[in-house]
């Protein structure tokens, strides 16, 4: 069982910055790819970036590559998403993720255990 929990969200200015953080229970983080998703009101939760287990390799969405920085500290048992250049659009609900065994890191389905999100809005 891993649990995590988010935080960092807030209210943003377009063109500002804000860091999420995920801490995860439990000793076995490293075992996990974890992921962050993003769900605005009235869309579908969509994948934004992941990162292997090692931390060797990420993975973008294309609406953040370039803006969004996707990190880990194993020691620390925690997962970042660094955002810069923030826009109106990316007003959401972030969430992190965690995937013990997948290949696919951009659906939502492949993770086995999801944070209770935090908000971010971006104002124009």
């Known amino acids: 069982q891993v649990q995590l929990v988010e935080s960092g969200g807030g209210l943003v200015q377009a063109g500002g910055s804000l860091r999420l953080s995920c801490a995860a229970s439990?000793?076995?983080?490293?075992?996990?790819?974890m992921g962050w998703f993003r769900q605005a009101p009235g869309k579908e939760r969509e994948f934004v970036a992941a990162i292997k287990r090692s931390g060797a390799f990420t993975y973008y969405a294309d609406s953040v590559k370039g803006r969004f920085t996707i990190s880990r500290d194993n020691a620390k048992n925690t997962v970042y998403l660094q955002m810069n250049s923030l826009k109106p659009e990316d007003t959401a609900v972030y969430y992190c993720?965690?995937?013990?065994?997948?290949?696919?890191?951009?659906?939502?389905?492949?993770?086995?255990?999801w944070g209770q999100g935090t908000q971010v809005t971006v104002s124009s």
């Open positions: 993720a965690a995937a013990y065994s997948t290949s696919s890191y951009y659906s939502p389905g492949s993770y086995d255990y």
């Open positions: 439990g000793r076995t983080f490293s075992s996990y790819a």
